[in-house]
């Protein structure tokens, strides 16, 4: 069974920065998503099983960075010059069906429980 611990949310100010981390039972490719009250859940980032590729969405690219420790079985979301619009409960997720390459958004089939992001302006 794939489990998936994220911490690391909180309240932050506009321009501030917070890192996310998701914990994770095994190594897997991995992506973080987000769902903003009222909105639908949408891509932020996802990096390869071995780190190799990394993709992100044009609305934090430039500002959020994702990384694993393999070691530890762990990804990271570091996000800097944190924008009010950032707001969202932030969930990582692990495809057990692709490893090699960053998956395809319909192809994640674990999902940790969530995080809140809180940027005030």
């Known amino acids: 069974q794939v489990q998936l611990v994220e911490s690391g949310g909180g309240l932050v100010q506009a321009g501030g920065s917070l890192r996310l981390s998701c914990a994770a039972s095994?190594?897997?490719?991995m992506g973080w998503f987000r769902q903003a009250p009222g909105k639908e859940r949408e891509f932020v980032a996802a990096?390869?099983?071995?780190?190799?590729?990394?993709e992100y969405s044009h609305s934090v690219k430039g500002r959020f960075t994702i990384s694993r420790d393999n070691a530890k079985n762990t990804v990271y979301l570091q996000m800097n010059s944190l924008k009010p619009e950032d707001t969202a409960v932030y969930y990582c997720?692990?495809?057990?069906?692709?490893?090699?390459?960053?998956?395809?958004?319909?192809?994640?089939?674990?999902w940790g429980q969530g995080t809140q992001v809180t940027v005030s302006s």
């Open positions: 997720a692990a495809s057990t069906v692709v490893s090699g390459y960053v998956p395809p958004t319909d192809k994640y089939n674990y």
């Open positions: 095994s190594r897997y490719a």
């Open positions: 990096i390869s099983w071995w780190g190799s590729t990394i």
